[in-house]
C-alpha cells in the first residue's frame, strides 16, 4: 500500500483549516468610501496587514489606487482588499475625484 494515500487526505484538512482561519480574521483596517471621501483618510496596519476599503456612496462611481502598488479599478458597490507586505508610508487616490486622497501606514 502507498503511504501517500494516507497523508494526502491529512495535507488536504490543514489547507482548508488555513483558509478558513485567513477568512475569519478579516480586515485589519476598514475604509469607507462615502459622501466622496475615503473615512478615515489615514488608516495604520502592521506588516502583513489587510486594508479593505468599501464602496458605499449611493452608486457614485470611485477608485482606489496607489501608483504601482495596488488598484481596485473603478466602481460603485462591493469593497477590495490590498495586503501590504513592505513597511511604509502609502499615498493612495481615487482618479475620478483626484482630490480624493488617503494614506495606509504600514509598520514594521
Ligand atoms: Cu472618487
Known amino acids: 500500500m502507498n503511504p501517500r494515500w494516507f497523508a494526502a487526505p491529512a ?19 476598514v475604509v469607507v468610501i462615502r459622501n466622496v471621501h ?3 483618510m489615514d488608516v495604520t496596519v502592521p506588516v502583513g496587514g489587510t486594508v479593505q476599503w468599501r464602496f458605499e456612496d449611493g452608486g457614485l462611481l470611485h477608485h482606489v489606487g496607489s501608483d ?29 475625484h483626484r482630490y480624493m486622497t488617503g494614506t495606509v501606514t504600514v509598520t514594521g
Open 68 to 96: 504601482g502598488v495596488f488598484d481596485s479599478g473603478i466602481t460603485s458597490e462591493g469593497s477590495y482588499e490590498h495586503t501590504f507586505d513592505a513597511p511604509g508610508v502609502y499615498e493612495y487616490h481615487c482618479s475620478v
Open 38 to 40: 475615503f473615512g478615515p
Open 11 to 29: 495535507v488536504l484538512l490543514s489547507l482548508a483549516a488555513g483558509c478558513a482561519g485567513a477568512s475569519a480574521a478579516g480586515p485589519d483596517a
